[in-house]
């Protein structure tokens, strides 16, 4: 019999291969400073692009106020316990009545993580006899979730309506044998690419199909819709979407989630979602702080139009230049270039050491071979200045990259690869 580490002593797995050569720096890297637009890494100043505090909430005065008045008043343990035995209090209803009334639904309910909350409430709301539809493109904790299904499953091409449409016949022929029903799953916006999902379109369809839908938002809230309500208020189908999820790891800057519906569903999911019915409640100084940043969504625009000003000028400033930045239609902005993985290490490396510009690189095979994406994350804290910089920095790493600079720096490393 093998010995059931036998396989990981072998194989490492896609990205663990890796290891050696980009731990500590590519992947796992450590960012120094308070988060803003320019921390440090490795003892350098680098302009920070790598994360998704969109509105700028993570290192707000106001925010970290309220955030340690609620730390030194309720600790780190308050409430303990699941909410449904005795983790459940007032500030959590009231934040989930302020988070429904934000998005527009009837009711929402807090997640301890987006994560996990995704996956059971996926697990909640189907049975056996029920078809899940979803994005073949969708986020790991969706991909998770469906994997929790006793039932069964099709994967529609990225958004794709065409392809939906054909996979809503299959699943409507075989729901009709199955006696069950049929949930589409699709993000609002897509966080590697930045595309939107094509909702206005998926709610089209319900006039032809009987089916259910539930929108990750995770990147959509606080950044799209004329309040920040999202990718539903963006593209005005907000009602249509039955179960709607949004994570506080974003925009809020913080950790938690929630998700919101017609009361009845929330209801049910709340004696039903066993991420939340079997653990620990969202920790008081979460709940709190969550409250202070829905508040200042609310009542600063000005925090979502600054980081428009910063996407704006990023995304045109690189298009001007003629940098391909695919088909974005949020604040998610990645640059596609052509390179080997190895000639992606050196080119990121040039950027940090040289440029000082920290942005996360994307490779084969999360996106095709002889593709490198730079994933750049605009917020409200950059300044003008930055984008400048940055695009400067872009034009002398793409002369570097097409004159075969990369490719001389990484030879050693190419060849040990066979790339
Ligand atoms: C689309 C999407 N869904 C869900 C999550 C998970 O949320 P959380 O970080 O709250 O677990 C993420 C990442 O944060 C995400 O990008």
């Not at 897509?190 to 929108?215: A, C, D, H, P, T």
């Not at 994570?247 to 004696?271: H, P, Q, R, W």
Request: charged residues 25%; contains cysteine.
């Amino acid at each position: 019999m093998k010995d059931l580490f036998e396989k990981i002593y072998r194989d490492k797995g896609p990205l663990g291969k890796w290891a050696a050569q980009a731990e500590g720096y590519f992947v796992f890297p450590k960012l120094e400073g308070e988060i803003s637009n320019r921390m440090k890494f490795q003892g350098k100043d680098v302009i920070t692009w790598s994360i998704n505090d969109y509105l700028g909430l993570a290192n707000h005065p106001e925010v970290r106020k309220v955030d340690a008045e609620a730390a030194a008043k309720y600790g780190s343990a308050y409430p303990m316990g699941a909410r449904m035995m005795s983790g459940h209090t007032d500030i959590h209803e009231q934040l989930q009545n302020e988070l429904a009334e934000f998005v527009s639904k009837e009711a929402a309910y807090l997640l301890n993580f987006g994560y996990q909350g995704v996956m059971s409430t996926i697990d909640a709301l189907v049975g056996k006899d029920d078809i899940i539809v979803y994005d073949v493109d969708a986020h790991a904790c969706i991909i998770d979730g469906v994997r929790l299904h006793m039932g069964k499953r099709f994967t529609y091409k990225h958004n794709d309506v065409v392809s939906l449409e054909k996979n809503l016949e299959r699943a409507t022929k075989m729901a009709e044998h199955t006696g069950g029903g049929i949930l589409v799953i699709s993000e609002g916006v897509f966080g590697m690419r930045g595309e939107q999902g094509r909702l206005k379109e998926i709610v089209e369809l319900k006039k032809k199909f009987n089916f259910r839908f539930l929108v990750d938002d995770a990147h959509g809230f606080g950044t799209l819709g004329a309040t920040g309500a999202g990718a539903g208020e963006e593209q005005g189908v907000q009602d249509d979407i039955d179960v709607y999820f949004a994570t506080f790891a974003k925009s809020m800057a913080s950790t938690g989630a929630f998700i919101a519906a017609d009361k009845e569903i929330i209801d049910y999911l709340k004696y039903n979602l066993r991420s939340q019915m079997f653990a620990k409640s969202l920790q008081m100084t979460l709940t709190v702080g969550a409250l202070k940043r829905l508040d200042m969504l609310r009542t600063m625009p000005e925090l979502k139009q600054n980081l428009w000003t910063i996407v704006d000028a990023l995304q045109s400033g690189l298009k001007d230049r003629g940098f391909d930045i695919g088909t974005t239609q949020s604040c998610v902005t990645p640059v596609y270039l052509k390179g080997s993985i190895p000639e992606a290490m050196a080119l990121v490396r040039d950027l940090r050491e040289n440029y000082g510009i920290f942005c996360s690189i994307v490779v084969y095979p999360v996106i095709p071979k002889g593709l490198i994406l730079l994933r750049m994350i605009p917020t409200a804290t950059h300044t003008l200045e930055d984008v400048r910089e940055t695009l400067d920095a872009f034009d002398a790493i793409r002369d570097r990259l097409e004159n075969g600079t990369y490719r001389r720096m990484s030879a050693a490393l190419i060849a040990a690869m066979g790339e």
